[in-house]
């Protein structure tokens, strides 16, 4: 009881503290709104509690982190980000974004399992949040808002001013300045480069589904794995693979010898891959700019062995990844939602047919695979960072999912699932180890007992 | 570091045995802490409070059927508990859980009051007192709390302007079954009427521009 109650008045005690603080914060100036992206419409449609559509991105310092100037890093660095300073209002044919005038959200310690659900009219209606526990830093960020570069790029600005903060002095007179790499750009992007379309890109045929016994509801499983960016290089030249390819061919065949035990199926397993289209159509916007691809992987016989499974991955993923098909895929979506018929529809029957079209088509992949890439931080403050991770919510049809990132030479993959079972995981980190990769686990304690 | 010898693997966590085989790992048995907070025992009290009344009322509203079936004289009043306590958990679910914003939620108290209202109503004979007085009355109470509401959020009155709509469609169905010679009237059709028309017109006059803006974020196609 006495427990609880100095827990309660520390609680307060903090929020006071906080309130004190930022008794100075001024909200930006700006009063404008802005339509929701091709990608971003589908969110509020298909967002639940089980299948939240958010995904995070941390970075660990070397040093533990100092809740209140964590608050004040957010609250400098927050009104610039057009894309982040939302929040989400509902119209009768599509939601749309306004600038968000509260404050920004409260920084909390984390005290509950990733990626979950946002609550739009919780949060001071933020669609992120901003979380740290011991020396790193979670944003979870509803895709709503942005992509993982999006998220990126806001997580990096956060990051330096925090450690501005924390260091007086380190860049100078660089106090509230941002970086030349940092975008502000908010364009849609897929509007601005799409072209009419008639062809459906998608797939919808069914792919192998993961399934069994589940973690307790909420649960979500975390397995981070660490390793040398060059070691996996190294790996990936002996298979003559691209990094991306050959994670997600591995990510194929795990599935394929642990799930499938070896043997034919008649659904193919397929790797969804997000793919990052601002290097095809010259974009900087921080808003979602992305397709999936489907990594096919048709399970013809029994017994294959890892380079044949990566040799049809390869030949899957090349045929896809090019500017043209890329095109198409988007431009597909974009042209629905530019169909003058569909846009009359009111927002709660689009919502509908949204929810059953994702349904339909998020059967056609076995798992995800996003790949952040590498990185980059400038000099001043290299000392100073550890580690990224990312990471992605489960979904319908996917049980279990899994992102990549790298920085400082050292790439970190990261499986999050809501199974109990972690055979494909362990194979998946096991077949690392044979091909000469040092790996090292470590999870967020789900599945011990 | 610890490592397992089968899996080819090094783990960190605080652990003695392997995540994935459950082989004892080797090493020195150090590790570092644990990076994710212990939450598995953090229970959801307020979900397992509403499944759990959602569930008894339910239980409760079978057990209430099955009285009212075998003790029948003529007023089929477990309707009446059945729409109750289907208003009771639309309530919690919508208004207790903070899922929702405060204008879906009077939006959805209001449509839920009409429709107990008539559920009521037909489980008395349907003598039409829910349509004569029931729903322009709601009408009314709509129009005041969100009269209330753009008091108190006098900063962003313009953000009720859709609920205000839909007072006004109903208040217009009201008007227009009053027309047919179906409800009732003249007074409580024209009060509900005016008086939701009177607090639209008025915003969309006197907010000007920022009225329109809203409509125009609201309705864009």
């Known amino acids: 009881m006495k427990k609880s109650n100095s827990k309660k008045a520390s609680a307060r005690q903090d929020r006071e503290d906080a309130k004190r603080l930022r008794a100075g914060y001024k909200s930006t100036k700006k009063n404008s709104w802005q339509k929701l992206d091709n990608t971003a419409n589908l969110f509020p ?295 003058i018929l569909l846009r009359f529809v009111p927002f709660f029957i689009k919502k509908l047919a949204m929810k059953f079209v994702y349904r339909s088509s998020a059967k056609a992949g076995t798992t995800t695979l996003t790949n952040i890439g590498n990185i980059t931080i400038d000099d001043a403050y290299k000392d100073y960072i550890k580690d990224f991770y990312s990471m992605i919510s489960v979904s319908t049809g996917q049980n279990i999912k899994g992102a990549v990132v790298s920085y400082n030479g050292r790439l970190v993959f990261t499986f999050t699932s809501t199974l109990a079972d972690v055979s494909i995981q362990r194979r998946f980190f096991s077949l690392l180890s044979e091909h000469g990769v040092n790996v090292t686990i470590e999870s967020n304690g789900v599945y011990y007992e | 570091m610890n490592r397992c010898k089968r899996c080819g693997i090094d783990i960190n966590d605080e652990t003695s045995r392997c995540l994935f085989c459950g082989m004892v790992l080797s090493g020195d048995g150090s590790s570092t802490e644990n990076i994710y907070p212990d939450i598995r025992n953090k229970t959801r009290m307020l979900k397992r409070t509403i499944n759990i009344i959602t569930y008894f009322a339910v239980v409760l509203e079978i057990f209430l059927i099955v009285i009212n079936y075998y003790n029948y004289y003529g007023i089929k009043w477990s309707v009446i508990t059945g729409g109750a306590l289907f208003y009771l958990v639309l309530t919690l679910q919508y208004t207790v859980n903070k899922r929702n914003g405060h204008i879906v939620k009077i939006f959805v108290q209001m449509l839920g009051a009409m429709l107990l209202v008539v559920i009521i109503d037909f489980a008395l004979g349907f003598s039409g007192w829910s349509f004569n007085i029931g729903i322009p009355l709601i009408i009314l109470l709509m129009d005041a709390v969100i009269l209330m509401c753009m008091l108190i959020n006098y900063k962003n009155w313009q953000s009720y302007l859709l609920i205000q709509i839909f007072a006004l469609i109903s208040s217009i169905f009201h008007m227009g079954l009053y027309l047919a010679g179906c409800v009732n009237g003249p007074l409580l059709p024209w009060l509900s009427f005016g008086m939701s028309a009177f607090i639209f017109t008025s915003c969309l006059v006197i907010g000007g521009k920022k009225a329109e803006s809203e409509l125009k974020k609201r309705f864009y196609i």
Not at chain 1, 81 to 100: C, L, P, Q, S
Not at chain 1, 114 to 119: D, G, H, L, Q, V
């Open chain 1, 45 to 339: 449609a298909i967002a639940t509690h089980t299948m939240t559509n958010v995904y995070r991105i941390a970075v660990s310092l070397h040093e533990e982190i100092d809740k209140k100037l964590l608050q004040r890093a957010l609250d400098m660095v927050l009104p610039e980000f057009d894309t982040f300073n939302v929040h989400m209002r509902r119209g009768v044919f599509w939601y749309y974004f306004e600038t968000n005038h509260k404050m920004p959200p409260l920084v909390e310690e984390e005290s509950d399992y990733p990626c979950r659900y946002i609550e739009p009219y919780l949060n001071n209606n933020y669609l992120f949040r901003v979380t740290y526990y011991k020396n790193r830093i979670n944003l979870e960020v509803f895709h709503v808002l942005a992509d993982g570069m999006g998220g990126i790029n806001f997580l990096r600005e956060l990051t330096y001013q925090y450690l501005r903060l924390k260091h007086p002095g380190l860049c100078g007179n660089m106090d509230e300045g941002f970086s030349d790499v940092t975008s502000l750009n908010t364009e849609d992007s897929y509007l601005k480069n799409y072209k009419k379309s008639h062809a459906k890109g998608y797939k919808t045929a069914r792919a192998v589904e993961v399934k069994g016994e589940r973690l307790p509801a909420g649960e979500l499983g975390v397995i981070h794995g660490y390793m040398q960016l060059e070691e996996i290089k190294r790996a990936c030249k002996s298979f003559g693979a691209s990094i991306n390819e050959y994670l997600t061919g591995l990510m194929a065949f795990s599935i394929y010898s642990e799930y499938l035990h070896g043997q034919a199926s008649s659904k193919p397993v397929v790797v969804c891959v997000p793919v990052n289209l601002r290097p095809y159509f010259d974009s900087m916007t921080t808003r979602n700019f992305f397709v999936m691809v489907s990594a096919l992987f048709k399970t013809e016989k029994d017994d294959y062995i890892f380079e044949e499974v990566l040799a049809k991955i390869r030949e899957s993923l090349k045929g896809q990844i090019n500017k043209e098909h890329l095109e198409e895929l988007f431009s597909y979506n974009v042209s629905n939602q530019k169909n």
